[in-house]
């Protein structure tokens, strides 16, 4: 078990689309309990593996209210087969865009048909928050960030926002 450095944008690795996960194996479970560590640690409640540099389409979250106990999930292949015609704007934010949060338009409830560690497959309708965070993560296994929602002025600011950062961080 690992926390792990969390990419920064404009890092390009964010950009690239992730690859179908062939197997669950010994070394997805493991990146997954790694990815878990990172994003409690971060703090944060959803966590790509492309966002740790990993282009492999897994994802985890835990979108369980913090008075709840935890619910991990850990998603490998997602695909959306449904969502919902009504509209969901929620604040968002960005593991890899730290201390920037914008309001994103997104479907309120999606249903989803992902691979368990457990090597079988699942289906299940989301809602809420949990419906967000899985737009979002998907999002990022396709090189999509949430600040691509916003408009081009808004987006090259935040942009430059986190150049800056990283050269103050040292990682650009």
């Known amino acids: 078990m690992a926390i792990r450095p969390i990419l920064i944008l404009p890092d390009p690795r964010l950009r690239k689309v992730a690859e179908p996960v062939a197997e669950i194996d010994d070394t997805i479970r493991a990146l997954s309990v790694d990815m878990l560590e990172t994003m409690y640690d971060a703090p944060g409640i959803g966590l790509a593996a492309t966002q740790l540099g990993i282009m492999k389409r897994i994802f985890v979250m835990d979108c369980a209210p913090p008075d709840d106990p935890p619910q991990p999930m850990t998603i490998v292949n997602p695909e959306i087969l449904w969502t919902s015609e009504e509209p969901e704007t929620s604040e968002e934010g ?79």
């Open 94 to 172: 960005c593991l890899s865009i730290p201390d920037v949060y914008e309001e994103v338009t997104r479907h309120e409830r999606v249903r989803m048909r992902w691979l368990g560690l457990d090597g079988e497959t699942h289906e299940q309708e989301f809602g809420d928050r949990w419906a967000v965070c899985i737009q979002h993560e998907l999002d990022h296994l396709d090189g999509k960030l949430f600040i691509d929602y916003l408009g081009p002025v808004k987006r090259r600011m935040i942009v430059s926002k986190m150049k800056k950062l990283k050269k103050e961080r040292g990682r650009a």
